[in-house]
């Protein structure tokens, strides 16, 4: 099993940036493609963005394209979001997820997701 911690949410401005990062072990971490979701109140949780086992494809929301970016470190086992110009609506818990194994490629479902981290609370304020 991946054991998966987010770190690096808080409180934010609209217009500001912040980096997730999410530190995993337990796990060959280089076996595993990862994504990030985000769940806000009453929401269900959806996929923010994806990336494949080397990095080699990434995939994004639309209303995250331009604004996010997607990376893993193989060798420190994290991955990490890149956010920028955060809007309000930006603010949710997002979530890292180590997925299934499988071919190689990207993971765009939650179900495609065995393993999860704890989540980290990201609130933009207007």
């Known amino acids: 099993q991946v054991q998966l911690v987010e770190s690096g949410g808080g409180l934010v401005q609209a217009g500001g940036s912040l980096r997730l990062s999410c530190a995993a072990s337990?796990?060959?971490?280089?076996?595993?493609?990862m994504g990030w979701f985000r769940q806000s109140l009453g929401k269900e949780r959806d996929v923010v963005a994806a990336i494949s086992r080397n990095g080699g494809m990434t995939y994004y929301v639309d209303f995250v394209k331009g604004r996010f970016t997607i990376s893993r470190d193989n060798a420190k086992n994290t991955v990490y979001l890149q956010m920028k110009s955060l809007k309000p609506e930006d603010t949710a818990v997002y979530y890292c997820?180590?997925?299934?194994?499988?071919?190689?490629?990207?993971?765009?479902?939650?179900?495609?997701?065995?393993?999860w981290g704890q989540g980290t609370q990201v609130t933009v304020s207007s």
């Open positions: 997820a180590a997925a299934s194994p499988g071919p190689y490629g990207l993971r765009k479902a939650p179900n495609e997701y065995a393993d």
């Open positions: 337990g796990c060959t971490f280089s076996n595993f493609a």
